[in-house]
């Protein structure tokens, strides 16, 4: 058992991480970030070789709020002797690989983050919340959740993941298993391109591909100037101010800015499709389906899976031997909060009321907070998710919580 921290954070990934690193250059304030995992690891299942960013990597942990701060990419850069080699190899984008070295960098860096600590179950009592863990019980003012969206899987799917039908965030765990086999990737976004052409160019290649999206197209990322001024904070907040039915429109109207795919990956795609179909002489190596809805699954893992499908003009069966689901992910509150959900106060979508400080409105007796990082799209449209606004999200938190009783102040 600790003393009362002024804030306890769970998960660490970078929104976490973001705070960590801010809040270290805070006399005073006392805080941990707790994370069930022994090390860090930003989205191991999908790090595949050639995988990029989507954003700039000085929208990093803490550049766009604290530029001199010793926690940035270029920073990290300079710590590893690679600076310069970095700028004179000018790759269009940084790899994920390179930026998942760095968060490790910094979490390594930081005492405030500690791994092996599972939070099973957290409780309010009088004036502070306790995080109950495996090992201990830590006691804080403030709560701040960073535990990550969940997988999501549709509807027509649900109880169906095993083996053979795996979220794309588990890829890498599966990938060495699926040479020789028929595989249909489900999802048109960037995911399911990587995971497509992964299968297309990497070891141990399948004996067909089938890329199934319920989108007219494999459409692209839209990063085009105006476009990215809603990666601004402002843009963010004018997003709060508005009616909760307009932000429910604009978030679909908005969805191609963060949901797309790289145009340069969808170029070299093209190609190696090109290639596999012309130059190998392999036609049925890939079939392309957008416009398809999934609507069942029958089979099994030995004798075999039937995906049924559903366009608007027909329904049809794709048979194949592992389904990958690049369905992307959900908000969902973290199981641990279940002693506290009843004193939530959620919206019909079970979606937490959030305000402008990211803090959640709940039957608070007394001025704790309890932050949400990375959960709150329906409240701050579509750069909730990304890496965009990570840093100055992290900032809002932080001042907030030096302004409700912290100790750094």
Not at 279 to 305: F, K, M, N, Q, Y
Not at 385 to 403: G, Y
Request: net charge negative; charged share 20%.
């Amino acid at each position: 058992m600790t003393g009362i921290l002024d804030y306890l954070a769970i998960g660490v990934g970078p929104a976490n991480l973001s705070l960590a690193a801010q809040a270290d250059a805070v006399p005073g304030l006392t805080g941990l970030h707790l994370d069930r995992r022994d090390s860090f690891a930003w989205h191991p299942g999908l790090m595949l070789p050639d995988a990029t960013l989507q954003v700039s990597p000085l929208k990093d942990l803490v550049t766009p709020v604290d530029p001199t701060s010793r926690f940035s990419f270029l920073a990290f850069l300079a710590a590893k002797g690679r600076f310069y080699q970095f700028l004179t190899a000018r790759f269009p984008a940084v790899h994920r690989a390179e930026f998942n070295q760095y968060l490790a960098w910094a979490a390594d860096q930081l005492d405030t983050v500690r791994f092996g600590h599972e939070v099973r179950e957290v409780r309010f009592h009088d004036d502070h919340f306790e995080a109950v863990t495996g090992r201990d019980t830590f006691r804080a003012r403030h709560l701040v959740l960073g535990t990550g969206q969940q997988p999501l899987v549709p509807a027509a799917l649900e109880g169906t993941r095993g083996p053979s039908v795996f979220h794309s965030g588990e890829f890498l765990d599966h990938a060495a298993g699926l040479a020789g086999r028929r595989v249909a990737v489900v999802g048109g976004g960037q995911s399911g391109a990587e995971i497509v052409r992964h299968l297309l160019v990497g070891p141990g290649a399948p004996a067909q591909i089938t890329w199934i999206s319920r989108r007219p197209g494999f459409l692209p990322l839209d990063e085009s100037a105006f476009t990215n001024d809603l990666y601004l904070p402002e843009s963010a907040r004018e997003f709060f101010g508005r009616p909760k039915a307009r932000r429910a429109t604009l978030l679909t109207e908005q969805k191609y800015a963060s949901d797309g795919v790289n145009e340069s990956l969808l170029a070299d795609l093209y190609q190696q499709i090109y290639l596999a179909t012309h130059v190998d002489e392999r036609p049925d190596l890939i079939r392309l389906l957008t416009g398809h809805e999934v609507t069942g699954l029958t089979g099994s893992d030995t004798a075999g899976l039937r995906l049924a499908l559903k366009s608007e003009e027909s329904e049809s069966v794709v048979e194949c031997d592992a389904v990958v689901l690049a369905t992307g992910y959900s908000q969902r509150l973290a199981p641990c909060l279940a002693p506290l959900t009843a004193r939530l106060h959620l919206d019909e979508d079970g979606l937490p009321a959030v305000r402008e400080d990211f803090s959640v409105d709940w039957d608070d007796p007394g001025g704790n907070r309890i932050y949400l990082q990375n959960g709150a799209q329906h409240a701050f449209g579509i750069t909730d998710p990304n890496l965009s606004l990570l840093a100055w999200r992290s900032s809002v938190i932080l001042d907030s919580i030096r302004t409700h009783g912290g100790t750094g102040r």
